[in-house]
């Protein structure tokens, strides 16, 4: 079973949406269960409606989950299993203030040396922790730090080993008693087997405490880890909120295809048969073995590209729908622009003014109006030339005097492709856009 756990803290990440097309993808291969989790413990940095929009862009990616599950409703679960270690003597409560803590970062760091949590809570006696309790002293859970090293083997960045002083004996509980990110991922990993967990590499140091963890609970069923390399931004630093291009909402707003993003985020770092493909093609030959162990550079010239490449590939009329119309000729007519457009959002206004009113000002106005009047009288023809010629001649314009306003009067702009070629697509309302 694979899963992607995402919480609805902020606009979902580029870098979240690679986990969950790649976990998808490995899912499918295996012929096993896709899970959405939306990780909802941390009250305080839940935005409202964020969850919904997570599973939105998942459907538009056409990533379908066999079960959406929110973390909080197994809070008794979590408490319950926090409970257990309690009483096995494999956590213990912690009543350290947040100024002691400080305090202890503060000499950790004078001294130049990693700051580790100084067990002075650890060994507190059964009637010192009652006493504690029935005064109402806030208190933490914390579980106690790992006998030996912790080692396992990722996927694509090799063996890993953490000391114990590097585990360290962290919280599980809070003093609200919700469970901490760590333990409530461990937890649920353990309760919704999962048996393989893909994600980022920023998730490396948690993967030793979610191991000890599950360990201390029982649960010694092998889990296959893989930790996907970071995507950098223009300047080489890890791709934040600060980057525009970080947010998929962002470039949906952009007007970047849905395709084009997941393929793109799996070019990042990655050997593939085919520079240009779809998801169910890529679902036939991934391989987590391809994935490079170093950072990928996000260019947003080469999804410019990718994108272009998805729009000549998207049916006609697919395509026309997505400027309110149905005739797939516009789809065909659409894709002329595509050497000087690359987006939806760079497209439509280019289709739209096509079919727009037409400003009859400025200089070429005049002679707009008078090849208006003679393409409203004219017969209908099939031909381009033979459409240019009568107008010419009815009107007694050549070059350049007949070529700029014509294109004027049917396309709303100065520059485009070649008229004959848009011609093609739009001579069934020829009568229609001169006005």
Known sequence: MLRFAPSPTGDMHIGNLRVAIINYIVAMQKKEGFLVRIEDTDKARNIEGKDEEILEILKKFSLHDNGTFYQSKNLHIHQGLAIKLLDEKKAFVCTCSPEELEAQREQAKDQKRAYRYSGICEHKSEEEIKALKESGTPFVVRLKKPSK????????????????????????????STPTYNFAC?????????????????????????????RMLGFDKETVYAHLPIILNSKNKKMSKRDDASSVKWLFEQGFLPDAILNYLLLLGNKTPTEVFTLPEAVTWFDLDNISKGAAKFDLDKLRFLNRKHFERMDDKLLSSLFGFSDAELGKLAKLYLEEASTLSELEPKIKAIFAPKDFGGEWGGSMRVIADIIDKAPYFEAYNDFK???????????????????????????????????????????????
């Open 186 to 214: 461990a937890c649920d990993d353990m309760l919704m087997d999962i048996d393989m967990i893909i994600r980022g590499e920023d998730h490396i140091s948690n993967t030793p405490k979610q191991i000890h963890i599950k």
């Open 149 to 176: 090293n912790i080692t396992f083997t990722d996927a694509i960045k090799g063996k890993f080993s953490f000391a114990p002083n590097e585990v360290d004996s962290f919280v599980i509980l809070r003093e609200d």
């Open 389 to 435: 010629d009568h107008i010419s001649q009815t009107a007694n314009l050549k070059g350049k005097e007949l070529f700029k306003p014509l294109r004027l009067l049917l396309t709303g702009a100065e520059h485009g492709p070649e008229l004959k070629e848009i011609y093609t697509y739009i001579k069934p309302y020829i009568k229609d856009l001169t006005v």
